[in-house]
C-alpha cells in the first residue's frame, strides 16, 4: 500500500499528475475538489454549502471537510486498498493531523508528499487559460488571486510540516506536464 499527497498551489498540476499517477502506481485519486464541484453540480446540501465557499475562494471548514474525506475513504475500500493520492487534502495542519489519525486508525499513513514548485505567474496564466476552455467558476482573476492568497496563509506551511516528518519531496512543477511526470517517478522510485 502506498498513499501519496500530491500538494501545490491553485494550478500547480495536482489534478494532471494524479490521472498519469493513479495509472502508473495503480492508486485511487481523491481529489477533494472534484468531490465538491460533484456535490455542487447534483445541488446536495453539502454542494450549497461548498458553493459559498469556493466562489468565494475560501477553504471550507476544516471539521465539515474532515468528515468529507473520511466518507470518500470509507465508501471505496475495494478502490483504496492499493493505495490512494490525496489531491488538495490536506490543506491546513489540522486537516493534516486529521489524515494522520484517519490514516492510523485504518492501519497506515501517508508515506510521501510531492510538492509541486511553480512561479506564480505561471500559476494565474494556467487557471486563466483554463476558465476560458472550461468554465470552472472559481477560474476567474478575482477569486484566483483570493485562492492564492488563502494558499499562501493557510496551506503553505504544510510544507514545513512534512518537511519535519522527513516526507516532502519538492518537485519542479513549472516545465513540461512529461518533464514534471517523470521527475516526480524517479523521486518516487528512490524512495518506495
Ligand atoms: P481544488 O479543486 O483542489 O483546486 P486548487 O487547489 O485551487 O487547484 P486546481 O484544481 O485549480 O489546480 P491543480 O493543482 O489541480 O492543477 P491542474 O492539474 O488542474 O479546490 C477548489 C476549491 O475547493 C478550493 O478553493 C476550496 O474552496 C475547496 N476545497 C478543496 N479542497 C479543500 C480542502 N481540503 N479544505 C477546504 N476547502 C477545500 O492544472 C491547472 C491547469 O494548468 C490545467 O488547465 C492544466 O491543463 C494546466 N497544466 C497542468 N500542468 C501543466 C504544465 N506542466 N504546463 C502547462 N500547463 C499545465
Ligand atoms: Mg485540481
Given at each position: 500500500m ?9 494550478g ?6 494524479s ?8 492508486l ?8 465538491l ?5 447534483r ?8 458553493d ?24 471505496n ?9 490525496f489531491?488538495?487534502?490536506p ?14 486508525e ?13 512561479p ?11 476558465g476560458q476552455?472550461?468554465g470552472?467558476a472559481?477560474?476567474?482573476l ?8 488563502v ?6 506551511p ?5 518537511l ?16 514534471v511526470?517523470d ?10
Open positions: 502506498f498513499n501519496l499527497v500530491i500538494f501545490g498551489a491553485p500547480s498540476g495536482k489534478g494532471t499528475q490521472e498519469r499517477l493513479i495509472e502508473k502506481y495503480n485511487h485519486h481523491i481529489s477533494t475538489g472534484e468531490v464541484r460533484d456535490h455542487i453540480s445541488g446536495t446540501e453539502l454542494g450549497k454549502i461548498a459559498l465557499y469556493i466562489s468565494k475562494g475560501q477553504l471550507i471548514p476544516d471539521e465539515l471537510m474532515v468528515k468529507v474525506l473520511a466518507h470518500e475513504l470509507d465508501n475500500p475495494e478502490k483504496t486498498a492499493n493505495g490512494v493520492i489531491d488538495g487534502f490543506r491546513t495542519i489540522p486537516q493534516a493531523k486529521a489524515l494522520k489519525e484517519m490514516l492510523a485504518r492501519g497506515t499513513k501517508v508515506h510521501a508528499v510531492v510538492g509541486l514548485e511553480v506564480e505567474e505561471h500559476l494565474v496564466d494556467r487557471m486563466l487559460k483554463r476552455v472550461e470552472r472559481d477560474d476567474n478575482e477569486t484566483i488571486k483570493k485562492r492564492l492568497d494558499y499562501h496563509n493557510q496551506t503553505s504544510l510544507k514545513e510540516y512534512y519535519e516528518e522527513g516526507k516532502y519531496h519538492a518537485i519542479d512543477g513549472g516545465s513540461t506536464v512529461e518533464t511526470f521527475n516526480i517517478v524517479k523521486s518516487l522510485d528512490s524512495i518506495r
